[in-house]
């Protein structure tokens, strides 16, 4: 929705110096088209010029009100008036779904042999107040102190400056399209814009502060709101300042209360926690990776943008345990090494460029633009599964994170991004976390997240070890004597080489031991002992570092269905017909059955027929109904239904069908066992249908309705 | 935990009449033990004396430390100290339960042609309001004033009464057993029960008490821990009365929190609120079912039992639409109707018998002891399910609810219980709803939640009808007249009647509307026509009925584990080994890889076998370590992994594998190609291990490690 490139123009001024949690990244919520040339910036319109499959202008409110009259997608609760950013899936978007998760399940965690978990939404706020998230996961919002609307603050600036800019348009006598995307926004009486001709200087601030929406804090944007004296048109009344507030749901566990918990907003905090019992699963074996599928949530301010952004969705993440040294190797890297992607990277983006070439993720390994093997490994993988779904492949690409858009400690981090009438939408993230996950709950908790590993040679260490006379030591420091202990015993190595030059010039040491006396503690030489001596170390403790790539499954399923969508005029001269050309892999049903009218000969044949399927393992539907049988067939073009067995008089008689393909309308005819065959492979994906139109005889159109006999 | 006759004895005092809200029975939590004959009652035993799939003697301590070393399952968040009612599923867990959903999916979904939907958790409060939940879902709680404990009111009662008891007989001189199912509850310094001797009649009284403890509403539990001076063991003081306290958990949506919400306590709202939607999407055809699986949360006041009594957990939940007339049969009945079940009437339960036999579902229908077809189908359905994933059939049983345990509207409603060491289980529910849910949303919003059904032949009905003189109305009532005319057109047929007498004898009618004037409004003949005329319908209209077929997963997960788990004695002396006999359907991996040993030649087998199977469709895991092959197979039999291929030095040489059976231990070697059919034809249940014995030379043990040359 803000096609503006945020780092040519603005890349000195970002903020983000914590974008795990910055709502606007994705691991947070989206990043809406977060890179675009600026020349993009003229023409700004909420519905990008993209183009269906067969290269046909993209409709999305086409496309949108299919999708919901076939029950693909549902807003929750419509009886009751909805709820913004809530959706169910109706029968196809739910079995889409199914097939996409159990696509990722073989594609990822059953090819890698992951440790695939379940954790609970649920979770206490004392972990997410250590992963940061109860501090920083926050958006800044503005309320109307006259009728209580609440606005998200950079929503709210960014409204009111493109409506301005829309008025000065208008009064310049250029003509302005009518944004169709949110037929909420337009119920609301919201003021029509007025035509006022703003000065040249003023149209330029505008557009500057637009280009950098995403990077001003609440006080800046605060700023900009009295400075431009920015009202809220429902009122005309100046939104108070901008609060943080927190994305997270909250809810309390448990009676009392007592129990702080949020519905967490992603789900590697529930595997991260599990490191240390998935490790002995794997029998202390590095690397593994564990995998966890289940519905996130975001308390978003106001959610946009259909299916893009909403408050409940499904994730699927991936944390890669790795060793930090050794380079980050991925045993195999070698099978995917000259799988080629679009990888937009830094560089190309400071340059203000986004017309990049394919290259082989060996070779962006090699020469550093992907930094380690396993991430790229990664990348690579993410793209052939976006490619098994059904993703256009000229809609894909890899944009890396600019430095100052990565958290402190993330070492790299690429963004699966697909082209759709929104802008360039972050799909799947794919970052380098360091072990910053891994260290932050074990520091917090005490509980030994890291590998041991047993040293394949044993080395040697020499340190300055300190022994203390137990005996006498209790009784001299009595009540003190564990606190004192403790402190000694943390005593860093290059201060207790002092400490021994002390002791023996001194007979006695004098320690900082915070609430023991005044604070420092004399041990005279007789209670301790500090030498340096040799150690043999047999093992290596180390925490990992995780590589994490996570998916939005909504978001990849929404991106699929503007992917794979066009029209097909039809012959009759009706309005074009809307076809869903899903691979069949994650087509909701792989094959429709229609008998040529509601004659009785034909049920036990389609019972049949039904049966054979279910045995082969592919789902099929029935469409008795009176419809035409184009008319059935149009309907299940829709649902993105690949194959069709017509059954028809000739049927009855000698038991041979015709197969139709979705995509070309073609149809083939044969006897049963070759139809099913056919269907097997091509829903297995070992032929597609041009095999099958050499295979098998033509069938040119179904005959007239004349009964048997 | 609480073996106790409920219905035999207390049946009169029953007050569960809102069942569906009482966070007592599954639809709410669960009800553990609802029924046991009153004999039961004097060998009450937190862990019931059940036997293991091989008769021995159920040891759940000792399965449970086993699944936690497996990590079936694992607590949330431990290493924070743990959150009770809250578990996380590790990878076997998770895969376990992964196959139990895809096998739901197979044997209901797709088998039935069900219209799966996913809805949100989400839920706003309103929805949760006209159903019934926000008013009634609820547990009685007291809190301890002087440290502030929150106790379930009823736990509280029973756990006071039975250490009062126990304290008698051990001051009798009885011997007592620990209670060892609450690890928790030991830790706690709870004072130790005193050996106080109790009079004969308070034993009796408590006795009674705890045989009707799930019966008592709030003000009465309160009045027994003022009459039996229950205090708090911890603090030696009496609770304040018991006040309701609502399972759900509240969260609010949206950023000004005016949106009251909750997380889901069912599926079942979700897929209530698409019926017009989804009636539609299956074309207006009539019966279909929807179908939704999905996490749901309640926020117990004290989780008890492990995986039985969760704060979140999975639900798969069944909603089938059926016209209320004609005795909802259904058309596939024929099919199911010889399977024979063990149903626990409601006469039965009376009698205070559990001792039932099979009955085929044809004939309880035949004679009313199971309300309808539909209902019986789906009976016989959910105990083919079961036994496919592996259930242990004779723990298997169906009890209906008595009378006054269903809600008022309901027709009938039969539980699948599964017997564990916690008693009998409620794992599925399957209830005849009638109209009610349906019928209280429309009302509520006005949707029209209703079928629309053509007439095969027009229906003529006679009725007095009204005309009204709109353009005399109006001007004549003013701004009253909307209101006047709604209620002239609310007259119910058997007031026209007297109506139009009135109208006929006095030349004007009065009527009732309230708030207009004194609330009776005059309604001269000159505005109004009251008579009886012929009307012809071509369609009906009518709320279909709801059958609902609710099944807890995790529930069904734990039993499957209490069902399928053995031990068998070691060969060497040591502690018996435990196997999980899974089903090869649902068991998390279907085979392990184990190579002789780490010898370098076994390397390119395992890989080139595991690619087999991943070909195949068959999950396999392969375990390389370095412990002894009896050692690998012991931890895949606590997985249970049903199938085990030894790569040996033989089958480097010749290419022929050891296949074992985890059941038996036996093994059968054969080329790579047989072996690899056996398994496919064990894997999909086409053969059991005793085919492949007969059609496969036996291995006996396996060769010493000599290297190849």
Request: proline residues 5%; hydrophobic residues 35%; aromatic residues 8%.
């Amino acid at each position: 929705m803000r096609p503006f490139c945020r780092f040519a123009r603005t890349a000195g001024h970002l903020q983000n110096t914590f974008p795990r949690y910055k709502a606007r990244s994705f691991t947070a919520t989206t990043q809406v088209n977060k890179y675009q040339p600026p020349k993009f910036q003229k023409q700004k319109d909420p519905i990008m010029a993209t183009t269906t499959l067969k290269g046909q202008p993209f409709d999305r409110p086409v496309l949108d009100s299919m999708l919901r009259r076939r029950m693909f997608y549902t807003p929750s609760f419509e009886v009751y008036g909805g709820v913004a950013g809530l959706y169910d899936y109706g029968p196809p978007g739910c079995a889409l779904q199914t097939n996409v998760v159990d696509l990722f399940r073989k594609h990822f965690v059953l090819e890698e042999d992951m440790l695939e978990v379940d954790c609970t939404a649920l979770t206490p706020a004392e972990v997410l107040k250590t992963s940061g998230h109860v501090d920083k996961f926050a958006d800044w919002m503005c309320k109307d102190p006259k009728n209580g609307d609440i606005m998200r603050a950079d929503h709210f600036v960014e409204e009111i400056l493109e409506s301005r800019l829309k008025g000065d348009k208008e009064a310049r006598g250029v003509k302005v399209e009518e944004k169709e995307d949110d037929p909420k926004k337009k119920k609301k009486k919201v003021k029509a814009t007025e035509a006022v001709k703003l000065d040249d200087a003023v149209v330029q601030e505008y557009e500057e502060i637009l280009a950098r929406i995403d990077n001003y804090n609440g006080e800046e944007l605060g700023q900009l709101i009295k400075k431009y004296e920015m009202k809220n048109p429902a009122t005309g009344v100046e939104p108070l300042p901008p609060v943080e507030f927190n994305l997270m749901f909250n809810t309390p566990i448990g009676p009392s209360g007592n129990l702080a918990g949020y519905l967490r907003p992603e789900t590697a905090q529930g595997q991260f926690l599990n490191f240390a019992k998935l490790l002995d699963f794997n029998q202390q074996q590095m690397p593994f990776a564990s995998a966890c599928i289940g519905k996130s949530y975001r308390n978003e301010i106001s959610p946009r943008s259909g299916l893009l952004r909403v408050r409940e969705f499904l994730m699927a993440e991936i944390e890669h345990y790795v060793d930090p040294h050794g380079g980050k190797k991925h045993h195999r890297f070698e099978e995917v090494k000259d799988v080629e992607l679009v990888l937009l990277n830094r560089h190309t983006q400071l340059a203000g460029q986004t017309h990049v070439k394919k290259v082989a993720i060996g070779k962006a390994v090699a020469d550093g633009t992907v930094d380690n093997e396993t991430l790229g490994y990664f990348l690579a993988r993410i793209h052939l599964f976006l490619e098994k779904i059904g993703i256009d492949q000229t809609k894909l690409r890899f944009r890396q994170h600019m430095a100052n858009e990565m958290a402190h400690y993330a070492a790299d981090c690429w963004d699966a991004e697909l082209q759709t009438s929104y802008g360039w939408i972050e799909c799947v993230g794919c970052a380098d976390r360091s072990a910053y996950d891994l260290t932050v709950h074990a520091k917090k908790t005490g509980a030994p997240l890291v590998v041991r590993e047993r040293l394949a040679e044993p080395i040697t260490v020499e340190e300055w070890q300190i022994d203390l006379d137990k005996k006498k030591f209790g009784p001299h420091f009595k009540k003190d004597g564990k606190t004192v202990e403790a402190a000694v015993e943390a005593l860093p190595q290059e201060k207790r080489e002092a400490l021994a030059q002390d002791l023996k010039l001194e007979g006695k040491i004098t320690i900082d031991v915070e609430g023991v006396g005044n604070g420092k503690v004399e041990i005279s030489k007789d209670l301790i002992v500090i030498e340096r001596r040799k150690r043999v170390e047999n093992t290596r403790e180390f925490t990992p570092n995780v590589i994490e790539p996570s998916f939005g499954i909504g978001r990849i399923i929404y991106c699929l269905m503007e992917h794979t969508y066009w029209t097909r005029g039809s012959d009759g001269g009706d309005e074009a017909r809307g076809v869903l050309s899903f691979p069949p892999i994650v087509a909701p049903s792989k094959v429709l059955l229609v008998p040529l009218s509601t004659h009785e000969s034909f049920k036990p044949l389609l019972r049949h027929m039904s049966l054979k399927l279910r045995s082969l393992g592919v789902s099929s539907r029935v469409d008795d109904s009176s419809a035409s049988i184009g008319k059935r067939y149009s309907r299940n073009d829709e649902l993105g239904t690949p194959l069709g067995i017509t059954i028809d008089f000739q049927s009855v008689q000698d038991k041979t069908y015709t197969l139709r393909d979705r995509d070309s309308t073609k149809q083939v005819r044969a006897d049963e066992e070759t139809i099913l065959t056919a269907i097997k492979s091509l829903v297995e994906g070992e032929k597609v249908w041009a095999d099958i139109e050499k295979e098998l005889p033509t069938f040119e159109g179904q005959e007239v309705e004349v009964p048997v006999r």
